[in-house]
């Protein structure tokens, strides 16, 4: 039962042009949502997050947008940079019962084209 | 360190061997977080401790899996009578307990079971 959905394995895009990638999730408790980033051989880093009763939060190029009736949520890069090619993770967080932990998406390769 | 540090970087193990994957965290960092990550999939969580506790083993996939923590700071991942499908890029992660929006995953442990 995957909680954390992202149906697209992968995204091309030229530099200078925005990306957006997609994430849906089926769980209302979450509480936070985060996007990493993933090079080869290393582990994820953080890139965003934005907490459930917020519907938008930006951090210079990169900006979350939560839609909670549609239980989606979306990562504008503008503009797109060469250096962004990664593998992104879409996650979640959920704390019960004692224990907190992230849940996961496949993530979705993009590729920034010079 | 200033990270969090996983050794080795990469194991081969025949199957049906034991094998110790240890995780170094930040300092200070109580909350401590193991999760595995196959081919084609984002990290699954595994184990979540706080201090010297497993407060959440949950995904542990089988009683062959068994992680420790015995002084609140360095933590094993041990996998007995390891199978192919054991093999995967093991992460740890590490953060204040509370907030697991902040955590930081060291590069990961490649485990390869021939």
């Known amino acids: 039962d995957q909680q954390v959905k992202q149906n697209s394995p992968s995204l091309s895009v030229q530099e200078g042009r925005i990306s957006i990638l997609n994430c849906d999730y089926t769980?209302?408790?979450?509480?936070?949502f985060l996007w990493y980033k993933k090079y080869p051989a290393e582990g994820p880093t953080f890139l965003i997050s934005?907490?459930?009763?917020?519907d938008k939060n930006e951090d210079g190029r990169f900006t979350v947008f939560l839609n909670k009736s549609a239980k989606h949520l979306s990562l504008h890069i503008v503009p797109s940079q060469p250096g962004d090619s990664a593998v992104y993770f879409c996650a979640a967080t959920i704390a019960q019962g004692g224990s907190e932990k992230l849940v996961f998406g496949k993530g979705t390769k993009l590729t920034v084209n010079p | 360190g200033a990270g969090v540090s996983q050794t080795p970087s990469n194991k081969v193990t025949e199957k049906g061997k034991y094998v110790e994957l240890r995780c170094d965290p930040i300092?200070?960092?109580?909350?401590l977080y193991w999760y595995r990550q196959s081919l084609g999939q984002g990290p699954e969580f595994l184990i979540y401790f706080q201090g010297t506790g497993a407060a959440d083993d949950s995904g542990l996939p089988n009683d062959r899996f068994f992680a420790v923590r015995p002084e609140g700071s360095v933590s094993t991942l041990k996998i007995q009578r390891t199978e192919r499908g054991d093999s995967a890029v093991y992460l740890c992660?590490?953060?204040?307990?509370?907030?697991?929006?902040?955590?930081?995953f060291g590069q990961g442990t490649r485990l390869t079971v021939v």
């Open positions: 769980n209302s408790m979450f509480d936070y």
């Open positions: 300092s200070g960092h109580t909350a």
């Open positions: 934005i907490s459930s009763i917020k």
């Open positions: 992660a590490s953060s204040l307990v509370g907030r697991p929006t902040e955590a930081f």
